[in-house]
């Protein structure tokens, strides 16, 4: 009855290894038009089963031309990500022994796993081990949880219990985060009941970080006004420009007006692995919550989100509700499904776990060092070309540089970085992605993909070059 | 530098097809005590990386032992999944493409799977094409997009943008449930700033139904009282006991009311592909908003959540914010980021596109069918056994029932429920849960893997026949 596993399985397995050996042949970006990939589907669900082998051959036939390919060396967009090799297998082990770690007893390895890798990642990022670590799924989930432990943290709100409507007693919450925060802090308190409005976004210095004399500003304006400040994000490594907020000086702030400081490292919390980028996180070890991706810079296959709280009980406070079914005779343990809203928990300290054995210590912050080894090269093409500038300064390595040769007015160059994007992405041997700083477009190049090497890198700026010069 | 992946890989594809072969000689549930895990780890991740081969031998040798083994044709407790190979042949896939399909460009094959899955679903479910559908990663998150969807339905509340706390004009919200909703409709509240205390737990019938005349009266109370409702949830099989509640008469209040409509079909909405189960989703088409889990009775891992609601724009209203970052000029598509708070996006449609075609529709029904046959012909068993009952009526493919010979007080029984399950649990060949029932201890054998066959469910039978004599 059940499909045969071995024969496609190894058949795969070998797909698989050449696709890692030869992804740089395929376009970076996916080129099919909106609606190519649905019509080349099949209108209806089949009535019968079909052969493995054949519908593996339809996903590398039908489904691969609408891939966009995260794993070519030349995706340089958004935050760069790596399936490595240690990752796949581990979602390979993960898929077959398919648990559901909602508590403990329904696979004590996932859950005892997740506490050892989280204690793990936090000494290799020297965090210090006074933190409660789990895994989400992704950044936007470990935000969410750890603005809802903030939100409850004042038995006096117990949002959780009585609901922020309807209460005479309770004025407007406010959050705190720079005008440069990722998206995922704007859904959370979006999410959770506290409204966008109610996000301050407090403005940035020349290098894109908060400014704490602006947030201790707002904070005693909207304390004038009536509203109830409740917590603040810092930013380390901007989505924008991987600008590094000043958490020290943040967390003065924090400690001083009793708010719930949350930090988000979603990708560049990961460069602390090697000792010279250690600094970045600087002042986390007075924070209340912390995430990092493994997904991202960590060689972890999506999703894999690493959340630290400083007890348990901050978000078993928000969180907390056993029903009937999930009580177990297991005693004293920790059912990791308390301390969120999500009952489903697949294995996710696997990968985590099988990655960094696989890499080491080491072999992880040697790629990171090259990696920004290759943005400040990078940068430096920049500064030389002609006609090129960088647009901030490259902590890591995220490179923010633009197109705006003499005589070529904002708006023109504006347009012209657009263009050159939409050449290069075209063209297939890179992915670059954009955002705008001061209001101008600037192109990212975000180097993050484990097996990009300096040949990309120069391809990249030769393909940028060109299409300045308006070759496509 | 990257650790070779093909030797590794095939002897891990060997590993895990004899594991799907002889799940079945395990204990089903893990044996470690808390912390046997964890002290069986090391302390410290390594420096430098370790060969794949040593690092999958731990993964056998060290963390097996404390896995409780979901996939052993004996696991009848909460609900059952399957790592079906269908299922971890797209998973396989999906961790090597690694893509985030945060938006169409990162790879429009992602977004335009999904869209054609989730339309195939609803087709075989027969719930018509009416709907938006996106896969999210738990029951759990699908029910809170649903539910903040209709928190922002109506324009004056905004809680997206105004937030609910401080607002005079606002009155307390309010949701309505059954007494047996899922745990994740509370979460979802409590999350959602509209608080666990205005949740409305509405009393059942004999048969663990909702009861629509309690329905109408706590809503009309409460708009009495100055509380404004916003949405009901209606459960098609609940955890507890797979009770069906009557969404006819819920819709007709909802329609009257203008209400909300959520449907948590989380487990029982997969029965729907059978044509003589059909009817669990009488009533759907009229509804706002349904879940579905194709990770529960549908046979893929972990984890894939099918969420519909009528028209994407309600999700949008809650949900959309396009930073600078993510805007593309790739026109008018479908941005799922867009419709959700979580931006990382994994290629879940994979697994439920190659599974839906791997079985076929057929294949599916089957198997539900079985399934359901298996519970009843365990449910004769158990009426038929001497001081056995059955404690609810079999809908599906769970069977409550308990031990209570004639002569053992209910506090009696219970204990010996208890002691059962623990024994039973214990032996290692099978695995049941328990609920609460009437407040009586009550067990749960629930059919849900695909492995599963009537020798297993007659030795589970045997195994509690034998507990309940005191054997053990």
Redesign the interface.
Known sequence: ??????A???E???W??N??RTVDQYPV??R?A?????RA?AA???????P?EV??RD?REK?????????HPGFLG?FG?????????A??????????GMI???????T??E??VMR??A??LGIGDAWFGQIT?????ST?LAL?AA?DADPSI??????????AD????RVYCSEFA???V?????????????LVKIPVDQRFRLRPDALASAIAADRAA???PIAIVATVGT??VASIDPVNAIADIAEREKLWLHVDASYAGAAAIAPEFRWVLDGVMRVDSLVVNP?KWMAV???C?ALWVRHAESLRR??T??????RT?????LDYHDVG????R?FRA?KL??V????????LAG?IRKHCALAKQFAAWVRAGDGWEASAPVELSLVCFRYAPKGMSPAEADAAN?RIL?TVNKGGHALL????LNDRVVL?LAIGN??TEEQHIHTAWADLQAAARGET
Chains 1, 2 share one sequence.
């Open positions: 009855m059940e499909p045969e596993f071995s496609a399985a190894h795969l397995v070998d698989i290894a696709y890692i970006r996916a099919t909106p609606g190519d990939i649905a589907m209806h669900a089949p009535a019968n089963g079909e493995l519908i593996l996903a489904l691969l031309p609408g891939i966009t390919h995260w794993q958004y990500i790596t399936a490595s090799t240690p990752g796949i297998l979602e390979m082990l993960a898929a077959a022994l398919n648990v559901n403990w007893a329904t696979s004590p390895a996932a005892e796993l506490q050892v793990w990642l000494e290799v799924d992704t950044a936007s989930t969410l809802a939100r117990d949002a959780r219990g009585r609901g922020l409507a309807g209460r309770l004025p407007a919450l990722h998206s995922s704007d859904k959370a308190v979006m999410t959770l009941g506290i409204g966008h409005q109610n009536g509203y109830r989505t924008s997904h296959p999506v999703g989100s928000a969180f509700l056993v029903p009937e079914y999930l005779s297991a005693g004293d343990v809203f999500q009952l489903g697949p696997l776990w099988m960094m054995r696989a890499y080491g210590v080491n072999g790629i657009t939409e992605s954009h955002t705008k990212r484990f097996r």
